[in-house]
């Protein structure tokens, strides 16, 4: 089975500043990867996902993530935070195979941006 | 406007008392998905569907049952509650469930079983 790694479960970073938040995935396939991000007393909402066709993926609202099959890792990052994007991100897998319904989430990293 | 829904968004209940939680799509996708959302656990799926009159337990199945009659409606339900089962509920759904498709989440259910 799928497992994904999300390293901090709390992250804080200055309005201005890079934002980093870690995924890690185990497989020896490469998977499907996806972030969420969910809003406070809201559902989540896709920002991007990885499907093969390029390494960097950018998503909404200036997010982006690299997939390094070598690290077996999909870190999600935007240069610069805004306040706007204080929320709770989640890393998401599907294996890759055919027929392959399940996804698997992360436990979450929450993002605060200080002013 | 493309939507999930779930009723109700809130609900407060006693330990056996069965209930049902709604969600209905109005994309006509195919699969749809029940998560919990626990502090520090993240989501874990309970239930899924690939279509009507398909469903399949995902990590925590155990004290729900779900059933796909229609393609719109995928209700969950708690036969029995305990007080474990306290948490937030997210139903999904997505064009076909494999490859990478992307789920819509409902705005979730807070159920506190007492």
């Known amino acids: 089975a799928q497992s994904v790694t999300q390293l901090g479960s709390h992250v804080s970073v200055s309005e201005g500043a890079l934002v980093l938040l870690r ?72 294996d890759s195979g055919a027929g392959s319904y399940q996804l698997t989430f992360g436990k979450g990293t929450k993002l605060s941006v200080i002013p | ?42 989501l874990r799926q309970i239930y899924y569907s690939m279509n009507v009159e398909a469903t399949d337990k995902g990590d925590v199945p155990e004290g729900y049952k779900v059933s796909r009659k229609e393609k719109r409606n995928f209700p969950l339900i708690l036969e029995s509650p305990s007080p474990n089962q306290t948490s937030l509920y997210f139903c999904a759904s997505s064009t076909s469930g494999t490859s990478t498709d992307t789920q819509y989440f409902g705005p979730g259910t807070r159920l506190t079983v007492l």
């Open chain 1, 23 to 94: 995924c890690n995935y185990s497989s020896s396939v490469p998977p499907y990867l996806f972030w969420y991000v969910q809003y406070p007393n809201q559902g989540l909402q896709l920002l991007l996902k990885y499907t093969s066709a390029a390494t960097l993926v950018k998503g909404i609202n200036g997010f982006e993530a690299e997939f390094k099959k070598s690290e077996t890792s999909f870190h999600l990052t935007k240069p610069s935070a805004h306040m706007s994007d204080a929320a709770e991100y989640f890393c998401a897998v599907r």
């Open chain 2, 1 to 42: 406007e493309a939507q999930v829904t779930q009723n109700p968004r809130y609900l407060i209940t006693v330990t056996g008392k069965k209930l049902t939680v709604t969600c209905s799509q109005n994309m006509n996708h195919e699969y749809m998905s029940w998560y919990r959302q626990d502090p520090g656990l993240g």
